[in-house]
């Protein structure tokens, strides 16, 4: 008997979601691919990147604006790839050709299990209204999302997680919280969160269910 307590206040009450690479397939060559070289393309979407896209892109995510990271960009890279850079940056809608396979079902069995769903993301102020733009249907599956470049924070840096929480009420012990990088599970584990790494829909499912919730 004496464990019962803390086993209702474990009960997972709701499930945060990372957005690019759990929620949304973003793929930078969908954007890019057939506008510009192949080998340009290439080299711009490899894990080295000599251009800067992902570095200028984190600068991004943190809240810098555009605006001013464009002047920077071309004092790096040059004319020719500035225009590259703002080409992505103003159709920035195409490198998010889909969903991830399986968490529209996902987000519609835990609403129908009684479990809270939100969004937490590493992602622009000035590019995050096309998630929702393609994907309506997540801003309507998801009660809320913490987006990092109206924030001036970001994961994996506790600050961010601990303003979800409050922000919506949540209490960490009873939040499970899925993200394809290592770096951000860990810093949500670092604040008492479930964190797990996510890879697809199914193995998800099998994290959530280890954790007592019924999907």
């Not at 479990?115 to 992602?123: A, F």
Request: hydrophobic share 40%; aromatic share 12%.
């Amino acid at each position: 008997m004496a464990n019962t307590p803390r086993a209702a206040d474990d009960t997972i009450t709701d499930v945060i979601f990372d957005f690019c690479g759990v929620l949304i397939d973003w793929q930078c060559r969908a954007c890019l691919e057939g506008q510009f070289p192949d080998d340009l393309v290439d080299a711009i979407c490899a894990d080295d990147d000599p251009y800067g896209f992902y570095r200028y892109e984190d600068h991004m995510d943190s809240g810098e604006e555009f605006a001013d990271l464009i002047v920077q960009y071309r004092g790096e890279f040059g004319d020719d790839m500035a225009q590259v850079f703002r080409y992505y940056i103003e159709h920035y809608a195409d490198s998010l050709p889909r969903m991830i396979p399986g968490l529209k079902e996902l987000l519609d069995d835990l609403r129908h299990a009684g479990i809270g769903s939100w969004g937490l993301t590493n992602w622009s102020h000035e590019t995050f209204h096309t998630a929702f733009e393609r994907f309506p249907q997540l801003e309507t599956l998801l009660g809320g999302t913490v987006v990092s470049g109206f924030e001036r924070k970001r994961k994996p840096h506790a600050d961010i997680y601990e303003l979800t929480l409050q922000r919506f009420g949540l209490k960490a012990n009873r939040c499970a919280f899925f993200d394809d990088t290592a770096a951000n599970v860990t810093g949500a584990n670092a604040v008492g969160i479930h964190g797990m790494q996510f890879t697809d829909a199914g193995m998800a499912r099998r994290d959530l269910r280890r954790l007592g919730v019924r999907v």
